[in-house]
């Protein structure tokens, strides 16, 4: 039996998008940039892509741009609005709590001369709003603040914090949505963003894609030089097989959101109640994203428990996967004030559509025999 509960890291791709990828593969390998005949073929793709992804969240097609994955898309929103000519300001506001391809660029800038708001959260990893707004002022041009936590699944309140930005600044609001998209509802006019961004692989999407919506009028400077693809803000020739990849598994996804997440809400819910039975088991964040389930086992340390779990076939993370390989505590479970034993302790599960009883009955099965078998060992020595 296998059991892959690491769907935060990454999500197996569908067999759908393998079709419509191995097509484009086969049958629409022109430049996108070329002006004959198969290059306008494969513009078309890219173009009927960006409608896909944009009538998602409520966009417009002009209002999207591909990028490499996540990261990248945040770098671009980042760094492409602070660099721009026309954002003279130098204030900017993020939370403790943000992945870190949004915080270490922060700190970037902090070394630059930038004064940074980094904000607080509570034990459920939720920002406050008057610590938020003692925080904007006219001289504040940026405010980054994550949709999903990566880590704990804690949702943010975006309506209320772009009205907040609103009221007492002139910011542009961005939003990391990559562990959003498909789980919860994205409509960046509904929910008042400017600059939102996703990534392929976390949608049962090939991994290497990823996309940045750019409200209309938020201007950026690309990152890099070059030709002028995606009206030169990204220049460089397109991943056609895997932007198409990444609209089919976007499309599939949005058409299923409120059965997933049924689906997602009862397997997490299940599996938790029954972790929770565990002696000294702690949840940790909230019960927001349907997805994410961090839990915290004190007297084991959470790497050991991870790779006795892999031997047996159960794949499950210790925090973000782009953070994995650090050996620090992470910097999202000292946020919402865990202490180091619970820090030492946490794992985080994290499910899909994919997910099956059989999975979920294994783990928790392993889970519990695992612990024994760990608990027995410490108390042995």
Known sequence: MKAYLDNGATTIVSETVVEKMNEAFRNMYGNPSSMHHMGVEAEKLIKHSKKILSKAIKATPEEIIFTSGGTEANNLAIQGFLNHSSCRKKEIITTQIEHPSVLNVFEKYETLGYKVTYLKVNEKG??????????????????????????????????????????????????????????????VKKQGIDMMTFSSHKIHGPMGVGALYVKKGVLLEPLFIGGGQQNGIRPGTEN??????????????????NETQETLISIRDNFVEEVLKIDGARYNGNYDAPHIANISFPNMRGEVLLHVLESKDIYVSTGSACASKNKSYSHVLKAIGLDEKHMEGAIRFSFSKY??????EYTLLTLKESIQELDAIIKGR
């Open 355 to 360: 997910t099956t009883k059989e999975m979920i």
């Open 240 to 257: 056609v097989p895997g932007v198409v990849g990444f609209a089919t598994a976007c499309e599939e996804a949005t058409a299923t959101l």
């Open 126 to 187: 939720k920002i406050d709003i008057k610590e938020l707004e003692d925080a904007l002022c006219d001289e504040t041009a940026l405010v980054s603040v994550m949709y999903v936590n990566n880590e704990i699944g804690t949702i943010q309140d975006l309506p209320l914090i772009s009205k907040t930005i609103k009221k007492h600044s002139k910011a542009v609001f961005h939003v990391d949505a990559v562990q959003a998209l498909g789980k919860v509802e994205c409509h």
